[in-house]
T-cell receptor, first 115, second 113 residues
């Protein structure tokens, strides 16, 4: 069965420092991987996705994520954090041979950027 | 603007009083889904629909009903709400296949007393 894990409930980073939000997955075959962000009182917004190709994927707001097949990870990164990046981040995974209904979300990581 | 619209955004109700949370999308998406978000549990899927008149259970369907009579609408029905259904609910839509990116509504916060 496919699954996704976000091992950290909260990540705290000083503004201007690099940030990493971790995600590991379990799925048969080559996965589709996604990151979504949720700002207060808002729905989830798509940040980036990995389907195939280059392991480093660039997305919105300066975020990027690196697909590592051997470690089954898809960590979200940003070189220089902004206070406005503070939000709840969700990793999601889907087996490409399954349907849209089989997208599985992680439990979320709250990112807090201090000035 | 492409969007998923949920109503109401906030609702306080009492045990047993039937309620409906509406969801509408304007992107002609085949796939629609309802999730509930609870602290520490992330997003859990309640029901989903792959197309008109096609619905199926997600991971936590108990106590909920849905219908998909039109492509754009996917209402969530709580026939007899209970306090354990107090939660934040999200509707999402997306293409049926491919590397589907989901578009989410803004959420509906439901409190059942």
């Amino acid at each position: 069965a496919q699954s996704v894990a976000q091992p950290e409930d909260q990540v705290n980073v000083a503004e201007g420092n690099p940030l990493t939000v971790k995600c590991t997955y379990s799925v048969s075959g080559n996965p589709y991987l996604f990151w979504y962000v949720q700002y207060p009182n808002r729905g989830l917004q798509f940040l980036l996705k990995y389907i195939t190709g280059d392991n480093l994927v660039k997305g919105s707001y300066g975020f990027e994520a690196e697909f590592n097949k051997s470690q089954t990870s898809f960590h979200l990164k940003k070189p220089s954090a902004l206070v406005s990046d503070s939000a709840l981040y969700f990793c999601a995974v889907r087996d490409p041979y399954s349907s849209a209904s089989k997208i599985i979300f992680g439990s979320g990581t709250r990112l807090s950027i201090r000035p | 603007e492409a969007q998923v619209t949920q109503n109401p955004r906030y609702l306080i109700t009492v045990t047993g009083k039937k309620l409906t949370v509406t969801c509408s999308q304007n992107m002609n998406h085949e796939y629609m889904s309802w999730y509930r978000q609870d602290p520490g549990l992330g997003l859990r899927q309640i029901y989903y629909s792959m197309n008109v008149e096609v619905t199926d259970k997600g991971d936590v369907p108990e106590g909920y009903k849905v219908s998909r009579k039109e492509k754009r609408n996917f209402p969530l029905i709580l026939e007899s709400p209970s306090p354990n259904q107090t939660s934040l609910y999200f509707c999402a839509s997306g293409p049926r296949s491919g590397a589907n990116v989901l578009t989410f509504g803004a959420g509906s916060r439901l409190t059942v007393l």
